[in-house]
């Protein structure tokens, strides 16, 4: 119907938005060049017939733009100067021009085009982002291990830092990957600057110090931003029990393992150098439960008068007064730095990382019990936290990992693995 007259075609699309014609069986087409060698130029499709309830306008449209059709007629009204796309629109850019050439409408903006943002790990098709939510496979589209702005913000992302990563990778005209650890480490240096360093321990272990005196609370000073010299300092419990993180003990610990280990001293951050003497197991497991342990009264703070120095320093929690807390450890979505690369026949979905999400009960300090959710926390010697604004009650936060601290006996173990 190339050649029909104007008046006709006017008058079938008064017909089609008055809703005579069943879905999909008219369509209104802009007569350009069914000759070009761009698709896109070929007598594109402008409107056509769709009964769908609108989340703005409800049901009172039943006929309805395409995208090429609307990009620069919206941009031109909303006053757009630089309409910037992805790649994939380069060869539409004659159509947006065509059509605004013909217009006359108020503004003239021009598109450019530039390659998208793709970081290692992530989807960022809405259209499997999407699947995702209705799947059931995320929490919804503020889902922390989403790559949305709602999801990056529960997390505890900082804008600073998405700033940062955005003006590391810059602009270019060539499609690639960035290394997700870039948006990680940005991360990392935007909180490390504001954030306040509290103890906490994600995995507990029962630490008994029998030479302690039963009964005695010693309170102890913790610096709570090194990076920031008006931070100050605050005073957390300290005695004869104490949580420490599992993974700080070995029973037959390798050479460079300087964490505790039987007959290995260590020092307690802020507190007391100590030295295993022995260990209980569960008979049924063989899993270790409890740790026994001595601790020098002459080494407060990490000084001591022999001048002997310990090559590992570890966390703790009181266990008296420690508070029992939910922490969310996210890693990454997808299990593979290209989720979308699949086998002949294979679906991107199973690239999922069954590990995304790792919920743990954690022992953390009093100061931890009432949080500002806007509040970033260092877990000192585990990474950056907030406190999860959905979730959680007063006295009972959630704590979401926004990015974990690098480990040097993660990164021993994985190259020993490697060779």
Request: proline content about 10%; cysteine-free.
């Given at each position: 119907y190339r050649d029909r007259t104007a008046e006709e075609s006017l008058d079938l699309l008064r017909r089609m938005r008055a809703g005579e014609f069943p879905d999909g069986s008219r369509s209104l087409r802009a007569r350009v060049d069914m000759a070009s060698p761009n698709l896109t130029m070929r007598d594109p499709v402008l409107y056509r017939i769709l009964r769908a309830h609108h989340h703005r306008t409800g049901d009172a449209w039943c006929i309805y733009p395409t995208y090429d059709w609307a990009h620069g007629q919206s941009d031109a009204l909303e006053g757009i100067t630089h309409s910037i796309c992805t790649l994939e629109f380069e060869n539409h850019r004659p159509l947006y021009d065509w059509f605004l050439d013909?217009?006359?409408?108020?503004?003239?903006?021009?598109?450019?085009?530039?390659?998208?943002?793709?970081?290692?790990?992530?989807?960022?098709?809405?259209?499997?982002?999407?699947?995702?939510?209705?799947?059931?496979?995320?929490?919804?589209?503020?889902?922390?291990?989403?790559?949305?702005?709602?999801?990056?913000?529960?997390?505890?992302?900082?804008?600073?830092?998405?700033r940062e990563f955005c003006a590391r990778t810059g602009v270019t005209r060539v499609n690639g990957v960035v290394d997700y650890a870039l948006l990680e480490n940005c991360v990392r240096e935007d909180l490390n600057r504001r954030a306040q360093r509290r103890l906490a321990v994600l995995r507990p272990l029962k630490v008994v110090i029998e030479n302690w005196p039963e009964g005695q609370v010693d309170e102890l000073d913790a610096v709570n931003n090194p990076e920031d010299p008006g931070a100050g300092t605050r005073k957390v419990p300290f005695?004869?029990?104490?949580?420490?993180?599992?993974?700080?003990?070995?029973?037959?610990?390798?050479?460079?393992?300087?964490?505790?280990?039987?007959?290995r001293e260590v020092r307690l951050r802020y507190a007391y150098y100590v030295t295993c003497t022995g260990f209980e197991k569960d008979p049924a497991t063989g899993e270790v439960t409890e740790l026994r342990c001595t601790y020098d009264p002459e080494s407060r703070g990490g000084d001591t008068p022999d001048g002997r120095k310990v090559k590992g320093t570890i966390h703790w929690v009181s266990a008296a007064h420690a508070v029992p807390v939910e922490v969310r450890l996210y890693d990454h979505l997808f299990g593979r730095p290209d989720p979308e690369q699949v086998e002949e026949g294979g679906d991107w979905i199973e690239n999922l990382n069954p590990r995304s999400l790792e919920t743990v009960t954690a022992q953390v300090e009093p100061s931890l019990a009432q949080v500002d959710p806007e509040e970033p926390f260092q877990f000192e010697r585990q990474g950056y936290f907030r406190a999860d604004p959905l979730d959680g009650a007063p006295g009972a936060p959630v704590f979401n990992r926004v990015v974990a601290l690098r480990d040097s006996w993660a990164r021993i173990q994985k190259r020993a693995g490697g060779s």
């Open positions: 013909r217009l006359g409408l108020p503004a003239r903006p021009r598109q450019y085009e530039f390659a998208r943002m793709s970081p290692s790990f992530v989807i960022t098709s809405k259209r499997k982002l999407r699947r995702l939510v209705e799947e059931g496979h995320v929490d919804g589209w503020d889902d922390p291990r989403m790559p949305t702005l709602s999801g990056m913000r529960r997390r505890g992302v900082p804008p600073g830092a998405l005695g004869r029990e104490l949580w420490i993180e599992r993974d700080d003990f070995l029973e037959d610990a390798p050479r460079k393992f300087f964490r505790l280990a039987p007959g």
